[in-house]
């Protein structure tokens, strides 16, 4: 068994662990690679199927091949896509000249949240990684949250031997890891072993430029890179030393800008 | 650049290493030190962090580097595991720095329990502390025996090596006494630098590897192939004409055609086929740690919690056995309280029976005549839980000897399975599975009889003091399922003891339950033949009639209790007042319309 083996085994029981224990549960989908690898771990662990319906969360802000690719995908592999919106937010005209942070957690926190409380969700998984920023290395594969959405983490609960937390008071919900221990460099080279049709946002473009991570468009920032397909990519990941959200705007803001919006339910 | 890529990637699996120790005994310092002499910041991390220092006017520290919460780094202490990514020559690691004050321990044992291999740190100016034996304790109730051990803050004492010998030869016997043997005593400065990514001249006396060349020597975690199979099943997906049961295997391999026992129940499946989605070759053969699917050749129901296994290596199925527990939880682990078992995909009430030591984890003293486990210690105590559950012991296959408890919504303890003696029931238990194996079936099913008959076949057990009329009732209930063209019997305990069991006498032989168990079987031949058989014996205790449960598996059991005691509390399916039961119409029409509501008759248009 080869590590990505290793990681594919252990994702997949988190999957059906999550998909076994919530009746209520969805699976965020950005369109980005992660989460894009989740669906197609969820289609591995259900034999072809995946029957936890998606959603995704629609700031209007997105880079708009990612709204192309969205529907493409999900009518070939016969997805179940719930689209969230933050229509009152919008209406009164946010953007994220109002500020960064404020915007990210008008349009996606509170956007998820609306979504949430419509479709009565108590489970949601997500594509996190450890690797990806500090306060996401010290989540746990289930992390609850409160009914407010917030996140306690001075207090979470143990996680030993594959037994999650799956017993909980009403009125909050669990968010589920299952590729929290995977790399930046696993998911590309999951993607390889797969052949995952991955959005070609992430390869280089005719300007010599590649996304490295997805988001809304007017915060999120090409690198220079000569990487034009999933192998170069990770070449070139083998041999970098910067950071893979060095071009999201918001982890930017100051010190603590990721703690404060994740303890506030950000993804 | 070749194209197919595989053959250039460096390894990427990574090894999963946790640091421990006591807090303040530089756990984050050594990490954060780690990271930085194996080139391994992201750009601009180190200057970033300076920065941030300079302009809060504090000293620089290596431990910055990691502490990503505000909070932490506010208080100086690590409160949540945290994960470090760096590479040697050899391979990659992901470290896992696990908080050392007391308060964090369920941090502390939720980044070890996922590790492979540990260092713990213990601070060479104070010595042996309170969370380094803590933590070597829960390293060895984990399962995690692959350990170094750092002597840090070695510039404090001079680099003195007296200092150095002492701690390892009293952390050693401290060690000893769990049967853990540490690889190495690494005498290090984390702050300074020495010993960490080479060893140093400022300690010419140590002849050892520095902490990167021990770690590059520790060893991979392999899944345990080589243990007989254990697969407990994980859920049952019908998400088109395949019936697909799927789970992981925790130890062994297994192969299509393999012939499969599911425990508890003993049922009995060949493997048809096993499932994967978007892979070259269907797979012929899983193996352990493997998330995996298959179909049976035969459609049996199996469920969530079920442990499949290969007939020639069984599981032990029980109710009663040792354990070694960890607590984490706010309130006390105590008698008289229940608490759910998780244990693989199973999950069951239990209760505590017996405290049988109870220890203080941080000096390892025997808290004599304590009948509690507090926050943070250990014990060895008796569980027993409310219906079977299906293990081994740690010490034969760890993946399915460790379990976790809950208390109300959270997983406050953690434990081991020691020892396990069986009991009277164990017994009837293992007889009731080999019967079960090599019973000769019917062609005809128990659907079909039950088709036939309008009713499943039932055991319907009258219990009461004597004289409560349980015979009459008995009697005329009988009487009402036969005129309902209901295959009824009344079936006596004492007929049973006059025949069958009439070479029973001694007094000493019935305490062996031996009479008990012959009842049983008799029950269960004519519920085997589709009857509602009725008993009125209340020759047998509460005890007994779990026993006479397991006998007659899976066909039900329905209890009814005639007594005018308010005080009896005893389990039962109906329960009747002395007066009620002398009303032997009404009593039975009580009990048909309970068993009707039951779905256990279904009346002659029955369907399977």
């Not at chain 2, 297994?254 to 892979?279: C, H, M, R, Y």
Request: net charge negative.
């Amino acid at each position: 068994m080869d590590h990505l083996d290793e990681l594919e085994n252990q994702s997949i029981f988190i999957m059906r662990e999550a998909y076994k224990n919530f009746k209520n549960l969805a699976m965020l989908w950005s369109i980005g690679k992660d989460s894009t690898v989740l669906v197609w771990l969820a289609r591995k662990a259900f034999f072809g199927h995946c029957p936890i319906p998606l959603v995704h969360i629609d700031t209007t802000y997105k880079i708009p091949a990612m709204i192309k690719y969205r529907d493409e995908f999900a009518k070939k592999w016969g997805l179940n896509l719930v689209v969230g919106k933050n229509e009152k937010a919008l209406s009164e005209g946010m953007n994220h000249e109002k500020g960064r942070l404020v915007c990210c957690e008008a349009l996606k926190t509170m956007g998820l949240h609306a979504v949430m409380e419509q479709e009565g969700y108590t489970g949601l998984i997500l594509g996190i990684r450890r690797d990806e920023e500090g306060t996401r290395a010290k989540e746990r594969y289930f992390s609850p949250r409160d009914k407010n959405f917030e996140w306690n983490f001075k207090d979470q609960p143990p996680e030993l031997w594959d037994q999650f937390k799956t017993s909980f008071t009403p009125d909050t919900h669990i968010r589920i890891h299952p590729i929290l221990h995977w790399t930046e460099l696993n998911v590309w080279e999951y993607i390889h072993r797969e052949k995952i049709p991955i959005i070609d946002l992430y390869f280089s473009n005719s300007e010599g430029k590649r996304y490295r991570s997805l988001g809304c468009a007017p915060c999120t920032f090409p690198i220079d890179s000569k990487a034009k397909n999933v192998v170069e990519v990770i070449e070139e990941l083998k041999n970098t030393t910067s950071a893979e959200r060095s071009g999201r705007a918001q982890d930017q803001e100051n010190t603590y800008a990721m703690q404060k919006l994740r303890a506030r339910g950000y993804m | 650049m070749s194209d197919n890529g595989k053959a250039n990637i460096f390894n990427s699996r990574l090894m999963k290493l946790v640091i421990v120790g006591h807090v303040d005994h530089g756990k984050s310092t050594l990490v954060g030190r780690l990271m930085s002499d194996t080139d391994s910041l992201p750009t601009g991390k180190l200057d970033f962090v300076k920065d941030i220092c300079k302009r809060q006017g504090k000293e620089f520290e290596f431990a910055f580097l990691l502490d990503a919460l505000e909070e932490e780094q506010e208080q100086g202490i690590t409160i949540d595991t945290s994960q470090i990514f760096f590479n040697t020559q050899k391979r990659r690691y992901v470290i896992i720095d696990a908080p050392g004050h007391k308060e964090f321990l369920k941090n502390m044992v939720t980044g070890a329990a996922n590790a492979e291999s540990a260092l713990l740190l213990i601070d060479a100016y104070e010595g042996i502390q309170e969370q380094s034996r803590r933590h070597g304790y829960i390293l060895k109730l984990l399962g995690l025996t692959q350990v170094a051990v750092v002597v840090n803050k070695m510039d404090l004492v001079d680099y003195d090596p007296e200092v150095y010998y002492k701690i390892k030869a009293e952390y050693t016997k401290f060690l000893g006494s769990m049967g853990i043997e540490a690889r190495e005593f690494i005498p290090v400065s984390a702050k300074l630098g020495i010993n960490i990514a080479k060893t140093s001249g400022e300690i010419p006396w140590y002849k050892g590897p520095s902490i990167l060349s021990m770690l590059d020597q520790f060893t991979e975690k392999q899944p345990p192939t080589h243990l007989p199979f254990r697969f407990p099943v994980q859920d049952v997906y019908k998400f088109d004409e395949r019936r697909i049961i799927s789970g992981r295997v925790e130890s062994g391999t297994v192969n299509v055609g393999d012939q499969l026992v599911f425990s508890p129940s003993n049922k009995i499946g060949v493997i048809k086929t096993i499932e994967a989605w978007s892979v070259e070759n269907q797979p012929i053969e899983a193996k352990a740690s493997e998330s995996i699917g298959f179909t049976l050749e035969e459609q049996i129901f199996v469920e969530r919690g079920d442990v499949a296994t290969l007939k020639s290596d069984l599981p032990i199925v029980s109710t009663t056995f040792d354990v070694n527990v960890f607590w984490m939880g706010k309130r006390h682990l105590e008698k008289g309280r229940t608490y759910t078992l998780k244990l693989t995909t199973q999950e069951v009430p239990c209760e505590i029976v017996e405290f049988k030591k109870v220890v203080d984890a941080s000096t390892l003293e025997t808290l004599e005549g304590q009948e509690f486990l507090a926050k943070n210690d250990v014990a060895e105590v008796t569980l027993r839980t409310v219906t079977p559950v299906t293990f081994d012991l740690f010490g034969s296959i760890p993946t399915t000897g460790r379990f976790v408890l809950v208390d109300e919504y959270d997983v406050c303890g953690g434990g081991i399975i020691t020892t396990y003696t069986p009991s009277k029931s164990d017994r009837l238990r293992d007889e009731v599975r080999n019967r079960d194996f090599h019973w000769l079936k019917s062609d005809i099913k128990l659907e079909e009889r039950a088709y036939r008959n309008g009713h499943q076949s039932t055991l319907i057990l009258i219990v009461g003091e004597s004289g409560v009329g349980k015979a009459k009732l008995a009697k005329y209930l009988e009487r009402k399922l036969f005129e309902l063209n209901f295959q009824s019997y009344l079936l006596d305990g004492r007929n049973v003891a006059l025949g069958v069991s009439a070479d029973i006498g001694s007094q000493q032989k019935k305490q062996e339950g031996e009479v008990l168990r012959r009842f049983g079987e008799v029950a269960k031949l004519f519920l085997d033949a589709g009857h509602v058989v009725i008993s009125t014996s209340n020759v047998f205790n509460q005890e007994d009639h779990t026993d006479l449960r397991l006998l007659v598996e899976p066909r039900q059991v329905v209890e009814i209790f005639v007594t005018d005691d308010k005080e009896m509390t005893e389990n039962c399916d109906i329960r009747l007042s002395i007066a009620e039961a002398e009303k032997e119409s009404e009593a039975a029409n009580t009990i048909y319309n309970y068993l009707k509501n039951k779905k256990i008759f279904a009346g002659h248009n029955y369907s399977i």
